[in-house]
Nanobody
Framework: QVQLVESGGGLVQAGGSLRLSCAAS????????MGWFRQAPGKEREFVAT????????DYADSVKGRFTISRDNAKNMLYLQMNSLKPEDTAVYYC?????????????????WGQGTQVTVSS
């Protein structure tokens, strides 16, 4: 089992950057593929990015490709999401999630563990 705690959210102007972090507990962090998802008010939770256990494979939602970068540090049990060129439509609560598998997935139902979320607000 793994527990996840996100941080790094906040208020930023359009065009700005933020780096989200997700701290994972447990000694088996490297066995989990990880993902970032987000949920805007009145909308369903949506996929943002995913990374394999080694970091060697990643995937992104089309809406964030070229602007967001997912990465991980297995030695520190940390997951990151670097967000550049932020847009007002990126405003949402961002969640990190862990999957009981080593390969990537964009399907939220395949993730067993979730953090509490961190708010990102992008002003125009």
């Amino acid at each position: 089992q793994v527990q996840l705690v996100e941080s790094g959210g906040g208020l930023v102007q359009a065009g700005g950057s933020l780096r989200l972090s997700c701290a994972a507990s447990g000694r088996t962090f490297s066995r989990y593929a990880m993902g970032w998802f987000r949920q805007a008010p009145g909308k369903e939770r949506e996929f943002v990015a995913t990374i394999s256990w080694s970091g060697g494979s990643t995937d992104y939602a089309d809406s964030v490709k070229g602007r967001f970068t997912i990465s991980r540090d297995n030695a520190k049990n940390m997951l990151y999401l670097q967000m550049n060129s932020l847009k007002p439509e990126d405003t949402a609560v961002y969640y990190c999630a862990a999957r009981n598998a080593i390969l990537i997935s964009a399907r939220s139902r395949e993730y067993a563990y979730w953090g509490q979320g961190t708010q990102v607000t992008v002003s125009s």
